[in-house]
């Protein structure tokens, strides 16, 4: 009776610890749910001062998690370095030689919420296009100076700031170094479709990511 009774005991113990140790398993390998995004971008805006062609480099970070079905959802900022363009010129006002001169400093800011679709291109690769709405902080700074015999007799300085949607476009491409850390290559195009004189900005770059 005694050993009857350890033996309907012991068979229920062995089976509720391979059934924890397959869960644990299972969830051991289970890909990481949700992740960051840390890294930096080169900032091609056509809009600054001049038409500068230069890029800025940026910093940029984001947060992002893993939907059903492949999907995916994250919210990224990109704040890039002041595109800046200096400017002289001289002219001959009330018979003496005057100087102007000064900077101009431009630079988008963006708050971009993007959705997209992973696609498996090997084990370890992940490719995804994305596609969002953004907040961009549109920022133009200008300060002059107007010089005459050797004596500044004019300062100027202006901080203008302005918040405007845009549309976003991009794609990552992430390679796996371990379970939880990845390198991401990424592109992204931010757009502003309801401006007849706004052109896209266009940035890659690449990014650390860290799943959790």
């Not at 939907?67 to 919210?75: K, Y």
Request: proline fraction near 6%; hydrophobic fraction near 40%; charge should be negative.
């Amino acid at each position: 009776m005694t050993l009857s009774m350890h033996r309907y005991t012991t068979i229920p113990a062995v089976l509720l610890v391979l059934a924890a140790a397959t869960a644990h398993a299972q969830s051991a390998a289970a890909p990481p749910r949700y992740y960051a995004d840390v890294g930096t971008v080169a900032d091609f805006d056509p809009n600054a001062f001049g038409d500068s062609s230069t890029a800025t480099p940026s910093l940029k970070t984001s947060l992002g998690a893993a939907l059903p079905h492949g999907w995916t959802a994250r919210f990224e900022l990109t704040m890039p370095r002041w595109h800046e363009d200096t400017f002289a010129y001289t002219c001959g006002c009330a018979g003496r030689q005057t100087l102007a001169s000064g900077t101009d400093q431009h630079r988008f800011t963006t708050y971009d919420f993007l959705v997209g679709h992973d696609l498996t291109l090997g084990r370890r690769v992940h490719l995804t296009p994305l596609i969002g709405f953004s907040a961009a902080n549109h920022a133009d700074r200008e300060a002059g100076t107007i010089t005459s015999a050797g004596l500044v007799v004019d300062s100027t300085s202006e901080d203008h700031h302005e918040f405007i949607p845009s549309m976003v476009w991009g794609v990552d491409l992430a390679v796996a170094i371990s379970r939880h850390v990845a390198i991401v290559p990424q592109f992204r195009m931010n757009a502003f479709p309801q401006y007849e004189d706004a052109r896209a900005i266009f940035r890659p770059g690449v990014a650390l990511r860290v799943g959790f």
